[in-house]
Every structure is written in C-alpha cells, then in structure tokens.
C-alpha cells in the first residue's frame, strides 16, 4: 500500500488522465494553472518555480491545487481570476464542505459533485476522500454540457 495516499505526506494529487480528458473535451482547456512540469495537463502551464498565485489568469483556465492548507489561496485567485470576462477556472478539488475556503469560494461557482472516490494517478486506491469539480466563471451552459459528458463517460455526478 502506498502510505503516502493516506497520509497527509503529499499535498498533491496528479489529476486522473482519463477525467481531464473528458472535461478538456467540453472545456478546451488553454492553461494549467497550478501544475509541475512532469503532471501538466496543458501545454501552457504555470510551474511552482512560476508560481501561478502571482500570474495573471485569462481564457479557460484547469486547476487542481495542493490540497494543504493552500488550497485557500488558490481557490481565492481563482475566485477572483474568474471575475474577468474572458476568464473561466474549472478547478478539481477535494469536496470539503466543512470548510471555510469551500464556502468562500467554491460555492461562488457551479458545483459538480463526483459520486464515488476518484483514483489519483500513480494511486493504486481510490482517494481516502470526495470530490467536485467546481466551475468559476463560465455559463450554465457549459456547466450543463460539462455533467452531460461527464454523466455519458461513466462519471456520475449530481
């Protein structure tokens, strides 16, 4: 069993391949925003060396932070990136209902709620913990298309 998977060792959790690309489908992603080298979704990527918390964010935007106790600041910034007019963050993050940053933040946007635990990659288990895919920005529309596809791939969400 890995350890660190259900341990709070590692803040990060590589996005599952197989849920991006079926988001990517709808959303047509033009930068990962929070992302290392070796785990960027996109080909325009903000690195920790870069640090995404200090660029600005403009087009349609992938996000799936640390999920420490950073994940305030990014869904803060992504937040208030998604405010621009030309600007949609479609963030991947754990479904912490309980907390502040989620009803700051998150709420803010549309919800996606993924039934069942998600299978990180390089995980062999599922995640010790729930998810959503949370939509900032953006129309309900895309919202709309972006659960019907998930829904038709084999991703329940409500």
């Known amino acids: ?11 990060e959790w590589e996005t599952p391949q197989a849920l991006f690309d079926i988001i990517n489908s709808v959303a047509k992603f033009e930068t990962d925003v929070c992302a290392s080298p ?20 403009t087009g ?3 996000m799936n932070p640390p999920y420490g106790r950073a994940i305030s600041n990014w ?9 621009k007019p030309d600007t ?3 963030c991947l993050v754990p479904a ?3 907390t502040a940053w989620w009803h700051e933040y998150a709420l803010k946007g549309m919800v996606l709620y993924i039934r069942g635990r998600l299978k990180f990659g390089g995980h062999k288990n599922s995640a010790p913990f729930p998810s959503a895919i949370v939509v900032l920005g953006g129309n309900r529309e895309l919202w709309s298309r972006l659960q019907q596809q998930l829904t038709s791939k084999g991703v329940p969400c409500q």
Not at 1 to 11: E, G, R
Request: proline share 4%; aromatic share 10%.
């Open 60 to 62: 349609m935007c992938w």
């Open 1 to 11: 069993m890995n350890k660190v998977h259900f341990s709070s060792d590692s803040v």
């Open 96 to 98: 912490r209902t309980d």
């Open 75 to 83: 869904m803060c910034k992504a937040e208030n990136e998604s405010r």
């Open 38 to 57: 070796d785990k960027a979704k996109c080909p325009v990527f903000y690195s920790p060396e870069i640090d995404g918390l200090a660029q600005d964010w």
């Open 88 to 90: 949609t963050v479609i």
